[in-house]
Structures are given as structure tokens and as C-alpha cells.
């Protein structure tokens, strides 16, 4: 039995991992992120290091320390409540809203390169349909995904993007970066920018693809961790290259693009590449788009699997989870891809508090199986949600126009609430509140 990966399937397996965080997110934001940041792109890209690289390591070490799959450890803090917080996690980053943002964004993209119009929806259902089976075909067997995607969809990804950050460095769009064009501190906002990409979730989710990737490897016991770690070194490692590379590709437009998103990077591919770039643009973004929606089906299926298979048997079993996922995800891409971001996306930011809490709770807690400190990281996890939900309902109170001032008095008059970080003290003196207090009645009922 291997101790350890060899040269090659480190590779394969790194470049897979790579794949799922790459997505159509982290190929897409960063181009903007680097257009709108200008001559502040270091301080902002230092904010998305944190959130969008650093944050997501932690997720993975969270799973070593933790010795288990974001499901368990969460359930560790906190059965009930961890149960519930991880279902509607993965209900999120599964079918409700980043599968189906994924094909939808990759149909907007063909749609936008090459003019196609139509009076009806048969063309963009047929391509939903075909996206969907081929999403089935490479997580069908759990043990191999990873494999599939760094041996097919890695390769393709990494020479496209190559080719688009090298051009746009050595031949940059405009002479000089534009001011930002936002006066937020550009720490701050790369930091709540990265909250976007979602990549801490899908770090704790895509933990279980990577894991069972190593073991049909042949790789057991604690050389299973030591693996995952080495591959989400060289795995995050590529994808702070490509961020840092996507964000200096934004900053030399010079703010000559007036355009967002994937419009964006339509046209400063085309301006640097002409029609090739186009063509390029098409293939990166389906390639990016279906490694994400793979990661994601096949982690959140394997998590279900692990919540119901028990009670239902095999009605709940991983492959009817991917097939329903699939099903669930093809029919909501039919929606507007605007309105999905909107509608669904504060939820998503709303899981990302409990969730960093849950990362570095494992990372940093020396004694993370003690059962005072299981208490004090239950209640910071749960404090920083009931938080994040109070900035949710802020969001959708102006969102909608539903005048819930009361709402927001309350949530602005925490500390930091105005860079939507209110949730770090609260969870801080939650932490430590609940810890001193254990620690007392331990030590007077030692004394009694």
C-alpha cells in the first residue's frame, strides 16, 4: 500500500482540486476585481488572498485536525444545530445556486459570443440537459472524480488561462491603471469580495472528493491527511497565481472597458486575441463552469448520503443524490442568471460566518476535542450565524424595498457592521464568554 502520492498523481489530483475552486467565479470576479481596484489592485488583491485562498487552506486543515468531512466536524460543535446549518450549506453551493449558476453562466457566455437569438427556450434547454449529463457522467463514481477532472478538464483550463494572462501582461490594453472606483479600504473589499467565490465552503465540501481520491489511490490512514494538505498547497498555490494574474489582466484595461463580468472578459479577450479570443473565452468558461457544478454535485451528494442513507436506505443513496441534483440544478439555470445571484446569493454570504468560524475554530483551537472549547465554538458558530442572518434580512429589506428599519438599527448598531464584519466580535465574546464560564464551574466544583 503507497504512503504516499507520487509526483504525478499529486499533480493530477492538485490541478483537479484547483479546477473545482477555479470555477466560472474565481475565472470571472477577478478581472473585475482587478479593473475596479486600479492602482490599489496590492492592498485589494492582499483582502482576496485572505478570503478567497488562505481562508479555504484553513478549510482543509480544519478537515485534517477535525479528522472528518464538514458534515462531522460541524457536528462535533454542535449535533443539532450542525446538522441543519450543514444541510442548508450544501442545499446553497449545491442544486439552489452555484450548480445552476454555473451552466447558466456558461449559456450567457455562447449566447454573448457568438449572437445567438432565439423565440424560444428549446436551445438553451438542450444545452442544460447535455451540461447536466455530462456532470453525471464525471461524478458517478465518487473515487474518480478528482482524477477526471485533473486529467481532462485541468489541462484545459490551465492553458487557456496561461495564454490570457501572459498576453494581457506582456501586451497590456491601456498604458496605466485607472484610480478605484470605490472608496472602501481595498483590504476590506478584496476580503468581502472573496466572500463571492464561496471557497471556504467548497473547500470543506470538495475535502471529501480530494479524500476519496487518495484512498483509491491506495492511500490510508494518517497519510491521508498529509496528502490532503499537500494537495491543497499546490492546489490553492495555482489559485492565487491565477487570481493575482486575472486581477492584473483587469487592472491593464485602465478602466478603457466599460463593461462587467463575463462581458468584461468577452471583450478583453477580444481585444487581445481578436476573434480567437472568443472562441478561447467559450471554452475556458464551459470548462470552468463544469468543474465547479462537478465538485459541487458530487460533494453535496456525498454529504446527503451521509445525513439520510441511514434512514431511508438506499433511496438516499449518493448516486440518486446526484441524480436529483442534477435534475433540481437544470430546471432552476432555466432562471434568470441576475436574479439567481440576487435572490439566492444572500443566503450564501449568510452560511460564510459560521463557516470561517468552523475553519479556524479546528486550525487554531490546540485542544479542539476538549469539551469546554466544543462549547465556546458551538456558540460562536451559532452567534456569528444568527448575525449573518440579521445582515441577510438587512440585504432583502433593501433589495425589496420591505422598510424593516428596525431591523437594521439593530444590526448597524454592532461593532463593524458597516464593513458587513459585525460577526467577528460577537463570535470573539461569545468564544470567550462561554469558555471563562466553563472554566469557573469546572474549577469551583474542582474546589467543592
Known amino acids: 500500500m503507497n504512503k504516499d502520492l507520487s509526483i504525478k498523481e499529486m499533480l493530477v489530483m492538485g490541478g483537479g482540486l484547483f479546477s473545482m475552486h477555479f470555477g466560472a467565479a474565481c475565472m470571472l470576479f477577478p478581472v473585475q476585481w482587478g479593473k475596479d481596484a486600479g492602482t490599489a489592485l496590492w492592498p485589494m488583491f492582499t483582502g482576496v488572498l485572505l478570503s478567497g485562498v488562505i481562508l479555504p487552506y484553513f478549510g482543509y486543515l480544519a478537515l485534517v485536525k477535525g479528522n472528518g468531512t464538514f458534515l462531522s466536524i460541524t457536528q462535533k460543535l454542535s449535533p443539532g444545530f450542525g446538522t441543519g446549518f450543514a444541510a442548508l450549506t450544501i442545499f446553497v453551493i449545491g442544486p439552489l445556486y452555484m450548480v445552476p449558476r454555473m451552466s447558466a453562466a456558461a449559456w450567457a457566455a455562447i449566447v454573448q459570443i457568438t449572437g445567438f437569438e432565439t423565440e424560444n427556450n428549446l436551445p438553451a434547454i438542450v444545452f442544460a440537459v447535455v451540461f447536466y449529463l455530462i456532470t453525471y457522467w464525471f461524478v458517478v463514481n465518487p473515487g474518480r472524480v478528482i482524477d477526471k477532472i485533473g486529467r481532462i478538464l485541468f489541462p484545459v483550463l490551465i492553458v487557456v488561462v496561461a495564454v490570457v494572462i501572459v498576453k494581457s501582461i506582456a501586451c497590456p490594453i491601456a498604458d496605466q491603471w485607472s484610480a478605484p472606483s470605490f472608496r472602501q479600504n481595498p483590504v476590506v473589499c478584496g476580503f468581502l469580495e472573496g466572500y463571492a467565490t464561496a471557497d471556504l465552503q467548497c473547500a470543506l465540501l470538495f475535502g471529501i472528493i480530494v ?238
Open 211 to 448: 479524500v476519496q481520491g487518495i484512498r483509491n489511490a491506495g492511500i490510508e490512514g494518517k497519510a491521508v491527511n498529509r496528502n490532503l494538505k499537500k494537495i491543497g498547497v499546490f492546489g490553492l498555490g495555482l489559485l492565487m497565481i491565477t487570481i493575482l494574474g486575472h486581477m492584473i489582466a483587469g487592472a491593464n484595461t485602465g478602466g478603457t472597458i466599460d463593461l462587467t463580468l463575463s462581458a468584461l472578459y468577452v471583450q478583453m479577450v477580444l481585444k487581445l486575441w481578436g476573434g480567437a479570443g472568443g472562441i478561447l473565452f467559450n471554452i475556458a468558461l464551459i470548462a470552468a463552469a463544469l468543474t465547479t457544478a462537478v465538485g459541487a454535485v458530487s460533494s453535496t451528494s456525498g454529504i446527503w448520503e451521509d445525513i439520510l442513507y441511514k434512514r431511508k436506505g438506499k433511496l438516499f443513496s449518493y448516486r440518486n443524490f446526484c441524480i436529483m441534483s442534477c435534475m433540481l440544478s437544470c430546471i432552476i439555470s432555466f432562471a434568470d442568471l441576475d436574479t439567481i445571484v440576487k435572490v439566492v446569493g444572500p443566503v450564501l454570504d449568510a452560511s460564510y460566518p459560521a463557516t470561517i468560524v468552523i475553519a479556524i475554530y479546528f486550525c487554531l483551537c490546540r485542544k479542539p476535542e476538549d469539551e469546554i472549547n466544543l462549547k465556546a465554538g458551538k456558540w460562536a458558530m451559532i452567534s456569528a450565524f444568527i448575525i449573518s442572518i440579521l445582515q441577510m434580512a438587512v440585504r432583502y429589506s433593501e433589495m425589496f424595498n420591505m422598510g424593516w428599519e428596525y431591523i437594521s438599527k439593530v444590526y448597524y448598531a454592532f461593532p463593524l457592521a458597516e464593513y458587513s464584519l459585525a460577526w467577528v466580535p460577537v463570535s470573539i465574546v461569545f468564544f470567550g464568554l462561554i469558555r471563562l464560564t466553563e472554566m469557573d464551574t469546572v474549577a469551583q466544583a474542582e474546589r467543592v
